[in-house]
């Protein structure tokens, strides 16, 4: 479905496309070329390779092994830390791709942004799930990995209908990303401290 969008618009939409990527690549992918080819909503011209029924059944594929992977405690972590080589780069891609028509100043500072933010949702992601997974309990794992796929799908929709809004919407997670990251990490380093001094209680009583 060709539209034409005012550069604003396709910044607004690929900053709020590459949070999604960052969550979760191929639901992000599958959604953009699914709502092109059936002309449900706007895709930017340069885009429209994601229509390509090939790049969707390999998004879908790839988004079914993920569904599945990324709920298993403990394997999440593995899978997501190699991830990193894949949404990244894919959104760094897609922010280029998608501002071909600007300047090709504007067009690295746009794909910048995009491998920026995808990094930065990406992150926050493992982050959470690290502090997560030590969880006893599997159920806590898996609703949160039902609520990053929501996420991804449903922000992905809402960056080609409203993009201004999605984009402000990505700007307040990755605020509170921000916020998250800064609590697990000390949440991290207090579970980490207590395992350490309760080893070292164990190692004077031992001796």
């Known amino acids: 479905m060709q539209v034409s969008l005012s550069s604003h618009e396709i910044v607004a939409m690929v900053i709020a496309a590459s949070f999604a ?13 699914l709502l092109g080819r059936y002309g449900i909503l706007p895709i930017p011209q340069n885009l429209q390779i994601v229509e390509n029924w090939w790049v969707i059944g390999a998004a879908i594929a790839l988004f079914v092994i993920e569904f599945f992977a990324d709920k298993i405690p403990g394997f999440d972590l593995i899978w997501n830390a190699l991830q990193t080589f ?12 998608a501002t071909a028509q600007l300047s090709p100043q ?6 910048l942004v995009a491998g920026g933010v995808a990094l930065a949702a990406h992150s926050g992601k493992i ?8 969880s006893p309990e599997p159920l806590s794992n898996i609703g949160l990995s039902f609520a ?10 809402f960056a080609t209908t409203h993009p201004y809004w999605a984009a402000g919407a ?9 916020l998250v990251l800064r609590f697990v990490v000390r949440a991290l380093r207090k579970l980490f401290s207590g395992a350490r001094h309760r ?7 031992a001796s």
Request: glycine content about 8%.
């Open 199 to 205: 080893l070292e209680e164990l190692g004077e009583a």
């Open 106 to 111: 504007a067009q690295l500072l746009s794909t």
């Open 148 to 157: 990053e796929d929501a996420l991804a799908i449903g922000l992905t929709w």
């Open 127 to 134: 982050a959470v799930r690290a502090a997560v997974t030590p």
């Open 21 to 33: 990527a960052g969550i979760n690549v191929y639901a992000t992918l599958a959604t953009l070329g």
């Open 170 to 178: 990505a700007a307040v997670l990755l605020l509170m990303i921000v």
């Open 86 to 97: 894949v949404r990244v780069p894919i959104a760094a891609l897609l922010g280029y791709q």
